[in-house]
């Protein structure tokens, strides 16, 4: 009797029109999480079905688990359409399990199989009480025997396992993912990831102000998330020149705005030049005095392209309870210093006026800095991994 892995998929029920693309992206999703194992993936419009060596499912039911769109996932007996076979699979799968109770649930998606569900409900159901001693319970079993007749074969399990749900990533588009080192923006990354937006990331960096740690960092976090996304880009901002000048011509309570609005300004050319169609960070209302709403606007107001900030309205207690649930607290509250908190003034202003921004920006030419400042972008990806590890 083979074992194999049963998909179910995520929203795509109330999503017809999209359905076919959701399941192809789905399937390359799925294979490239797997590429390490030796695997056969059919799909049909409902269920996507998993052939793997017996004793790799588990540890791929585990890969399963971070992948966006899936609904549910269950290891079970394929069998053919024949109900000595199914009375048969269904005494071993409930042998398999413990428990003194048991329900029969039967779907049968194959109307050309001859015994309607009730009916095969009740069939199996008294033979498993004629070769155990367990007894029905109809309301609050131990064991639920799910048998799924389809067209092809029919599938027997009991458990069934809870996917992370979402979008399969990359049906949505691209985003650019603006990426610190703290524990907010990896977080809103996952979350935009589980939207079906697939990510590169912008991290800025201010070299000697900032260390190599903090950069590996970054590139660890991203490496992080990859899990749930494909491989990642990072790409390295020299920010040192820009973020200089800022310090030496302008009022230090307006440091951060100004610095903040040069940030969008570069991660939106930069997204532009790289087809995204948005750009994502790790904002929180009230966070800190340039996460006012006030100081949003302000920033904000320089860029056109849709920024998303998926954790805007958490508390910073949400944030970190997913941050250690996606596996990037430990490493974002390493004490690295990233160039936001070098250059932080006493005083950061909290409602800031954008006339005031405007007029302390035009005393230095900071069009040109930004050209100049993303001709000297540096990329690594993830999955390179030798280039990668020169960082680390
Ligand atoms: P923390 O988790 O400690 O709040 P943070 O990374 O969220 O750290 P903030 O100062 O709150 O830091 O910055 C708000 C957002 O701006 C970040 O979530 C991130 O999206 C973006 N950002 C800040 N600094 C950088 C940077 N050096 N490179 C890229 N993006 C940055
Ligand atoms: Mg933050």
Do not use: W
């Not at 799910?146 to 092809?152: A, F, G, L, T, V």
């Not at 160039?339 to 921004?357: D, E, G, L, S, Y």
């Amino acid at each position: 009797m083979e074992k194999i892995i049963l998909i179910k998929y995520g929203e795509l029920t109330t999503k017809k029109a999209n359905r076919n693309i959701f399941i192809k992206t789905l399937n390359e999703n799925i294979l490239n999480s797997l590429k390490r194992y030796d695997v056969k993936i059919k799909k049909d419009r409902v269920r996507m079905y998993i052939e793997a060596k017996e004793e790799e499912l588990e540890e791929i039911v585990k890969k399963l688990k971070n992948v966006f769109g899936l609904h549910g996932i269950v290891i079970c007996y394929k069998i053919h359409n024949n109900i000595e076979e199914i009375q048969k699979s269904s005494l071993k799968k409930i042998k398999e399990e413990i428990g003194t109770t048991f329900k029969i649930n039967t779907k049968r998606a194959d109307k050309e199989f001859p015994i309607p569900s009730m009916e095969m409900n009740n069939k199996i159901a008294s033979t498993i009480l004629k070769e155990t001693n367990l007894k029905v319970d109809v309301h609050n079993p131990d064991i639920m025997l799910h048998i799924e007749i389809r067209k092809d074969f029919t599938y027997i399990y009991t458990k069934e396992e809870k996917a992370v749900g979402g979008y399969p990533v990359g049906i949505q588009g691209k985003g650019m993912l603006m990426l610190s080192g703290g524990i907010d923006s990896p977080v809103a990354g996952y979350l935009a990831l589980k939207r079906g937006i697939k990510i590169e990331c912008l991290y800025f960096e201010s070299p000697p102000h900032t260390s190599l740690e903090a950069k590996n960092k970054v590139l660890e976090l991203a490496k992080i998330i990859e899990k749930f996304g494909g491989n990642i880009k990072v790409h390295i901002v020299p920010f040192t020149k820009l973020q200089e000048t800022i310090y030496k011509e302008v009022p230090h309570e307006y440091m951060i705005t100004i610095m903040r609005r040069m940030m969008y300004r570069i991660a939106e050319k930069y997204a532009q030049k790289r087809k995204c169609k948005i750009i994502i960070n790790g904002e929180s209302i009230g966070q800190v005095a340039s996460q006012t709403l006030s100081s949003m606007s302000v920033i904000n107001e320089v860029v056109k392209m849709p920024v998303i900030r998926p954790v805007a309205c958490f508390d910073k207690l949400e944030i970190i309870e997913l941050a250690q649930k996606i596996g990037t607290y430990q490493t974002s509250i390493l004490p690295y210093e990233d160039c936001c908190t070098i250059f932080v003034p006493k005083h950061p202003v909290i409602n800031p006026c954008i006339q005031k921004a405007k007029e302390y920006e035009k005393v230095f030419d900071y069009e040109t800095l930004i050209e100049e400042t993303i001709e000297k972008i540096e990329t690594v990806d993830t999955e390179e991994k030798d280039k990668y590890k020169e960082y680390l």
